[in-house]
């Protein structure tokens, strides 16, 4: 697919949760999203259990120097692949694309016994 390394900006995320889910080193999912009816190319970025956090820059004012539009991707991507955030401005996120891999989210939950404490009510009367 691609032979050099691959950077994309991610935008819109004042739309969900801003930047506190974001730091360098953080695995993303990009997702096409065919049926955006805003961008026919959008790629949207998620993070596991948390959900949508933004999407692909795919404007010429949002796209940073050096990075893909989603428009330049789209038709080489996978539907799903895997990204990590690799720099974070005041202004943009840089993201590394892995389009050979894509992120395994799996959360084992399990229930345990707890041990039960004995209490006792103490009542009191009223004259």
Not at 61 to 78: E, K, M, N, Q
Request: with cysteine; net charge negative.
């Amino acid at each position: 697919m691609f032979e050099e390394e691959l950077f994309i900006t991610i935008t819109g995320l004042s739309h969900y949760y801003g930047m506190t889910p974001i730091e360098t080193g953080r695995w993303v999912a990009l997702v096409k999203e065919p049926e955006n009816p805003h961008d026919q190319d959008a790629i949207l970025v998620a993070i596991p259990w948390i959900g949508t956090v933004g999407y692909v820059a795919n404007s010429t004012h949002t796209v940073a120097r050096g990075c893909f539009s989603a428009g330049r991707i789209y038709d080489r991507l996978p539907e799903e692949c895997a990204a990590v955030v690799r720099f974070v401005t005041g202004s943009n996120v840089i993201a590394q694309v892995f389009p050979g891999k894509r992120l395994s989210a799996e959360q084992n939950i399990s229930l345990v016994d707890q041990e039960v404490v004995s209490v006792k009510a103490w009542c009191f009367s009223r004259p």
